[in-house]
């Protein structure tokens, strides 16, 4: 073998044991860290303030605790809701991981992902008789009772949609419980893309390649996740272990894929930030430093990026522009201060490209 190939084999070796070396050593946690409510009780800080290190069975005891004696609280009045729905979407993301005396275990990035390709693998296997024919199926009711006599259809919350540019029929969406729909009739029908695949939580982005509806990439749970036949089969993409909050393909070149990731959360934030792909997916450059929650190509001008990112740990996203690329960004003023989150959107209408969108919470 010439000695040139030889190296660049050992090479690659070396970057696939340092990838995984890499994953081993990051915390997979499943909780995204939020302000604590106004209004909360004293001791829901110590969840706002280390939510995997207080004991579980502590808190959900604090909890019922303070539910029995405050009936705002137990109705979810106006003022109460958000507290409410603080602490179950805590309980949620950590049950799982709870041991024998209430202490929270969480396992590493590497054995979350071989978890997750183990559940997999199973789901891609074979129906048996029991998994075949005689799968539960769901045979009604099929709208929610209301007490008004107002019924209402099943439901999910979606997360994300993406339109296939070159046909608007086809529209995929994602969804809060990890199940990605696909629909070819502009929403008239829907069904699941693979609806056994498990993506690892809620699917936080989506973006169907403008060039191809068949090639899709989804952020799922804690990764980047890819499909190229519809949504039918999803294969991770090694190297993205944060939650992946926005993904864009240029639509002059497809291999051009840019992410953002971070979640805010304090943990795994030496992997947060800007991420740029040449080679569609295959493999991405790490090119901005930063908890990044959105970002937008100006239409025509795939070169030119908006993005909306913070230093890790601060409290404020601050609006940033790129004009090659993604390589490089620099910060641009907004009109209003102390963005604590948003979201981008930008337009291809006639004489619209030179726009730009932000949605955000500010402080007056």
Same mark, same amino acid.
């Given at each position: ?7 660049? /084999? ?37 969840? /706002?303030d280390n939510?995997?290190?207080? @004991? ?11 539910? %029995? ?16 729905n ?12 709870? *041991?024998e005396?209430?202490? +929270? ?34 045979? *009604?009711?099929?709208?929610?009772? #209301?007490?008004?006599?107002k019924?209402?259809?099943?439901q ?10 070159? =046909? ?20 008239? #029908? ?30 799922? *749970? ?17 190297? +993205?272990?944060?939650?992946? =909050? ?17 979640? /805010?959360?304090?943990? @795994? ?10 080679? *569609?997916?295959?493999?991405?450059? #790490? ?16 070169q ?11 409290l404020?996203?601050?609006? #940033?522009? /790129? ?25 291809? %209408?006639?004489?619209?490209? =030179? ?10």
């Amino acid at each position: 073998m010439p000695l040139k190939t030889v190296c660049m /084999s050992l090479l690659a070796a070396f970057a696939a044991v340092g990838e995984v070396k890499a994953q081993s050593d990051i915390t997979f946690d499943p909780y995204t860290r939020e302000p604590l409510p106004v209004g909360a009780p004293a001791w829901m800080k110590e969840i /706002s303030d280390n939510p995997s290190g207080v @004991n579980y069975l502590r808190m959900d005891s604090l909890f019922n605790d303070w539910l %029995a004696a405050d009936i705002d609280a137990r109705v979810k009045t106006l003022k109460k809701k958000p507290i409410v729905n603080f602490y179950r979407r805590w309980m949620k993301a950590y049950r799982p991981y709870v *041991g024998e005396k209430g202490y +929270i275990y969480l396992p590493t990035m590497q054995e979350h992902i071989e978890k997750l390709e183990r559940q997999n693998r199973r789901s891609s296997m074979p129906a048996t008789r029991a998994g075949g024919e005689n799968r539960w199926r769901n045979i *009604g009711p099929f709208t929610t009772e #209301h007490y008004e006599n107002k019924g209402k259809d099943n439901q999910a919350c979606v997360y994300r949609l993406t339109v296939y540019p070159k =046909n608007t029929s086809i529209v995929y969406c994602g969804t809060e419980t990890g199940v990605i729909f696909k629909t070819t009739d502009k929403g008239l #029908h829907w069904e699941p893309c693979n609806a056994l695949h498990n993506f690892g939580g809620s699917i936080f982005a989506l973006q169907v390649d403008p060039n191809n509806p068949d090639v899709v990439y989804a952020g799922g *749970g804690q990764n980047l996740w890819k499909s190229t036949d519809g949504g039918k089969n999803w294969t991770m993409v090694p190297g +993205i272990v944060n939650r992946v =909050n926005s993904i864009r393909i240029s639509p002059k070149d497809s291999k051009n894929v840019t992410l953002t990731t971070g979640d /805010s959360r304090g943990k @795994n934030t030496q992997i947060s930030g800007f991420y740029v792909s040449n080679n *569609g997916g295959q493999s991405f450059r #790490h090119t901005f430093d930063a908890v990044c929650q959105d970002h937008e190509l100006q239409p025509g001008n795939p070169q030119r990026i908006y993005m909306l990112a913070k230093l890790q740990h601060d409290l404020i996203f601050d609006f #940033h522009l /790129s004009e090659d690329g993604g390589l490089n960004f620099r910060k641009i003023e907004m009109p209003v201060k102390d963005i604590s989150a948003g979201r981008l959107a930008v337009s291809d %209408a006639p004489k619209g490209e =030179n726009y730009v969108y932000a949605l955000v919470n500010s402080d007056p």
